[in-house]
């Protein structure tokens, strides 16, 4: 078939994966079914009955019959991904343990596992055990050996007012208008997740452009986030109830404008310049002086990059680290150079020749 993103594929979800070509997609987020294994109606105090899961596509006859679905769907969005790609996967309490182990003995090297804590989450009727107030997320790279996968780490620091982005999120469920209902005014989906998880999801691990893929895509979640954050989706949901309600649902989304996509860029991203190419540039001449953050160490720079002072010689990280008798040090923000603003670190210089080579 071809292949056309921004499209959601009715039918088997492992059927339908096979109908996609190898390294396609970027990012695959996937909300399989959770296995509940319900022994029977829930109700509440009052005697009224839970919503709860209790649909035929969340049965399995047993542990090893869900274990062989999940490692199936599993390899496929494996061969499907890019190989710089990664994957996410939800799970309550019930699945995410077995869903952990297919996808190490399957070659995906786990990255992060998130806490989804639930603003208001449902009580436990009975009183027999905890209040069930999270679900876990995976979050993992293609295999062991990869290098480079996306994550927008300065962005996330910027959307959590300039603090490091933890591994436990406090989001509300889905709840409100949000929430899709059926012609009597009930839930459409007795799991759909909220907007705001999946935002974050894609703000933290994908671009403007990508791919991502939903396998299990449910009323469309992935690709209501997706489109207004300027992603592409592929969604595969065999309801085709529940496909209906997705499409309706992700023409009505108004996307983000392109200039409003970009994000924070992360510095691990940008190109490497070497301290030499200062000198190269033209931006430091050999024999110009650097200090150190005080002023009270100096050192003279040469021809070819290095630093010298006294009888000590080396990079400018090296140099640093001896002048301060430590184990290391970060040439780039230790040597200042003289300017009409002061003293100022030769990371401003850098800066400069970064801006030239983008």
């Keep these: 078939m071809d292949f056309k993103p921004d499209s959601i594929l009715v039918g088997d979800c492992i059927e339908q994966l096979k109908t996609l070509p190898d390294r396609s997609v970027d990012l695959v987020f996937a909300d399989p079914p959770y296995n509940l294994q319900l022994g029977g109606e829930l109700l509440r105090p009052d005697n009224s009955r839970v919503d709860a899961v209790d649909d035929e596509w969340d049965q399995f006859e047993s542990f090893q019959a869900y274990d062989r679905f999940t490692r199936e769907w599993l390899t496929e969005c494996r061969r499907v991904l890019k190989d710089e790609g990664a994957i996410w996967v939800i799970g309550s309490y019930h699945n995410i343990f077995r869903l952990g182990v297919a996808m190490q003995d399957l070659g995906f090297w786990v990255l992060n596992d998130i806490i989804w804590r639930k603003a208001n989450p449902m009580p436990n009727f009975k009183g027999t055990r905890f209040t069930n107030a999270h679900e876990t997320l995976v979050w993992a790279a293609k295999r062991r050996e990869q290098k480079r996968y996306t994550f927008n780490y300065d962005a996330l620091k910027a959307f959590n007012e300039d603090v490091q982005m933890r591994s436990d999120w406090h989001l509300a469920l889905c709840t409100g208008d949000e929430r899709l209902k059926d ?55 065999r309801e085709e109830g529940y496909a209906r309600l997705a499409e309706q649902r992700i023409k009505a989304i108004v996307p983000v404008a392109p200039e409003d996509l970009q994000v924070m860029g992360s510095k691990k991203a940008e190109p490497r310049v070497a301290f030499g190419s200062l000198v190269e540039a033209g931006l430091l001449r050999p024999g110009d002086r650097l200090f150190c953050p005080k002023g009270e160490r100096e050192a003279r720079v040469r021809a070819d990059g290095s630093l010298i002072a006294g009888e000590f010689t080396g990079s400018i990280h090296k140099l640093g680290a001896i002048l301060e008798n430590a184990p290391a040090c970060n040439g780039w923000t230790y040597w200042r150079f003289k300017s009409d603003r002061g003293l100022q670190p030769i990371d401003v210089l850098r800066a400069q020749v970064r801006a030239g080579m983008q």
């Design 183 to 237: 012609a009597e005014g009930n839930k459409a989906h007795p799991t759909q997740k909220p907007e705001a998880l999946l935002h974050r999801v894609l703000l933290a691990s994908s671009k403007p452009g990508d791919i991502v893929l939903d396998p299990f895509f449910g009323t469309g979640t992935t690709g209501a986030a997706a489109r207004r954050l300027g992603r592409h989706y592929i969604g595969i949901e």
